[in-house]
Structures are given as C-alpha cells and as structure tokens.
C-alpha cells in the first residue's frame, strides 16, 4: 500500500511534490519521511509520508551542521579567530602534541583525535563536556595538521569546548538562545522533556540481500581509525543506529550526533543562516558563509579510506553530494539518511528526515533526486 504525501508546495514546485511522491512509491509500505525547503527565506516545500507534520527525528551528524553555524556566529562576532591556536582557548589541549594546531584546522577535521585509544561510554558520548576531558590526554592518531579525517562522534564536544572556553556557555546554549529559540526550529541539541510524544525512534537499516553483501564484503578491525572513530572498539560498542533512541543522547544533545529535528527545523535553520526570514536579517554575512564554504580539508579522509571534502565545521555539500549545487554550499548530512543544506547562489534551504536508517549510511541516496527537483524549481522562478 503506497503512503499518502500530505503537505504543500508553492506554485512552480509541483515537480517536487511529484518526485517525492514516485519515490515513496518504490519504498517500504511503512517509510516515513519529510521534506521542506525554503528559497530566499519563504517556505516552497513542506511535505511529509508515513507520519504527521510535527514528528521530530534523530538527525545524527547533521546535528554537526548546527554546531558550525554557532562557530561561525561566534567568528563572524570577534569572540573566536579562526588563525588563533586552540590552545589560546583551552590550554589542556596542548597535551600530547596538540599545542600548534589552530582552530580552523580543528574545524577541518585536522586535530588527529577521532577518539580515545580505550573508545568512550555511553554517558561520555551523551556528554561534550565529558567527550573534550578525555580528548584533551588523547594522543593524536596523526600528526594534527598534516592530514584529515572525518571526527564523527567528537567534532562536537571539540568546537564545543572551545566556544564553552571563550563564551562560559555550552555550544547547546548559544544556539538555543541565538538561533533555534529566535527562528522558533524544530531542531534541538537537547530535546525538552515535553516534547518527547513528538520523537519518532529510529528504525534499524533493513538492507537487501545485495546490500547486507556489500556491507559484509568491507569488514573493519576493532583497532582501525574507522572503528576507533565511531566507538566500535568500545567495552560496550556503539550501535550509531540505536544512539537518539537512548534518551540520555536525546537529552543531552551532543554537538556531534545528538540533534533531534523535523524537515521543517533543518530547512528553517539553514533558511535563517543565509536569508531574511520574517522581518530577520539573515544570521551569516556573504563573507562569513563563503569562508566557512571553502574547502579546507579535500582528497583522502584517513577515517573514510575515500576521497571526501571539509569546509569549516560543515561538509562541502556540492562537491561531497550534489554536484548541481552552488559553490560554497554550506550543509551536512546524518547517517540515517538526513540533510540540510544552504546555497547562497540559489537562496535555496533544503531539508530532509527520515524515520529508517538509510543504506549505507549518510546522506540517503534520495536527496539526489529530491534535491535535484527542489534546485531546478528554485532556478526556475
């Protein structure tokens, strides 16, 4: 039985909903997912399958997306420098031959301390203020500076130290108070307790026969940067799946993996950071989202073993998944298959859920086309 889309698009973007609809079309009778874009600050799109309008979504790593902006605020202020060591901020993390690396290198995914030799606990990965104390001792798996990877559970807890360091608030707080609480999101890094009736659990992967062959066919030892980087290494080893169902994570909000959002929220929040919304300037000046668009780390992610591309705390989003995109893109995707993202050529705000962890993790492989449909009818007006 196909899911009903419910929802609305503005005139010019009956495509999109036709798209998203053709692709509910082919998925799992029990798919549930949303879809919302904004461009030059109107909301275009607002769709959803499978669920109501208000469900929220464990949204991993595009929780990271968030944290970026707050960075980016914070740099756009004077209150942090991107050229300043790390160290100026907080000094602990000279330990172990960390003293030299700056802070736009540490956004870069450049610091070398994907982990801890030992892994973490849940409640450490539940908490950056835990995560950035054990960091802080941890001898760097390279040489910082000379060579990127990507720091999935702990970029974070690091950004977040810092600006904890230079502000005296938690990255959680400075967002609450100058960009989700102002803009009104659905996108929480510490989900309030009433809110909880609204959060979906997420859904484990349900990949095909070829798909759980392909997952089997590229094992990884307990000891690699890789299992190192995602915790598998652990006494207890991370299930990334299970993580915003733990409702410490949810709770808690860590920078790195723990937002909690609708479709709504992540468009919202990137609609904020580059254009008027409402009668609101847009959060980011063009110079501010065009530094922390530009390539800072590409070529081989140590932690991947693949070619992979970093701007400051956010990913490249065309060159690491739609090329169509403007240069400059600013976005980050979630392992469960979530996206957001930005073009300021376009004005174009795009975001994406889903309740199912996708295959094979990242961004799922239907915002190509859902993207690509929003792009073309945003070029279109």
């Excluded at 009433?194 to 959060?199: A, D, T, V, W």
Aim: negative net charge.
């Amino acid at each position: 039985m196909t899911q009903e889309i419910h929802g609305t698009v503005a005139d010019g973007f009956e495509d999109v909903r036709e798209e998203f609809a053709a692709f509910v079309a082919g998925e799992r009778p029990d798919y549930e997912g949303q879809l919302c874009a904004y461009v030059q600050g109107r909301k275009v799109v607002d769709l959803w399958a499978g669920t109501d309008a208000d469900a929220l979504y464990g949204v991993f790593s595009s929780t990271k997306g968030a944290a970026a902006l707050v960075v980016a605020l914070l740099v756009q202020d004077g209150t942090l420098e991107l050229d300043r060591k790390v160290t100026y901020y907080w000094p602990e993390f000279a330990a172990e031959g960390k003293g030299a690396l700056t802070l736009r290198e540490l956004l870069a995914h450049r610091a070398g301390v994907v982990g801890t030799d030992s892994g973490f606990t849940l409640a450490e990965l539940a908490d950056d203020r835990q995560l950035a104390e054990r960091l802080a001792d941890q001898r760097p798996f390279w040489r910082p500076g000379t060579a990127f990877g990507y720091h999935a559970l702990v970029a974070g807890a690091l950004s977040g130290e810092v600006v904890r360091r230079a502000t005296g608030r938690t990255l959680q707080e400075v967002y609450q108070e100058r960009i989700r609480a102002p803009y009104g999101l659905d996108f929480f890094l510490g989900l309030p307790a009433p809110l909880e009736p609204r959060f979906r659990t997420t859904q484990p992967m349900a990949p095909t026969p070829g798909q759980q062959a392909l997952l089997d066919a590229d094992p990884t030892g307990p000891h690699t940067l890789a299992s190192i980087a995602f915790n598998r290494h652990a006494p207890e080893p991370t299930d990334l799946a299970a993580l915003p169902n733990m409702p410490l994570v949810r709770a808690k909000g860590p920078a790195s993996v723990g937002g909690v959002a609708s479709a709504r929220g992540l468009a919202g929040m990137y609609a904020a950071a580059i254009s008027e919304v409402g009668e609101q300037a847009p959060l980011l000046k063009p110079d501010t989202v065009a530094e922390f668009g530009q390539f800072h780390s590409a070529g081989y992610d140590l932690v991947a073993r693949a070619h992979k591309s970093f701007g400051l705390g956010f990913q490249t989003t065309a060159d690491a998944w739609h090329p169509f995109l403007g240069a400059g893109t600013i976005g980050h995707s979630g392992a469960s298959g979530s996206q957001g993202f930005a073009d300021p050529w376009s004005g174009l705000a795009y975001g994406y859920t889903r309740r199912r962890f996708a295959f094979p993790g990242g961004a799922a492989p239907e915002n190509d086309r859902l993207a690509l449909a929003v792009h073309r009818a945003a070029l279109a007006r």
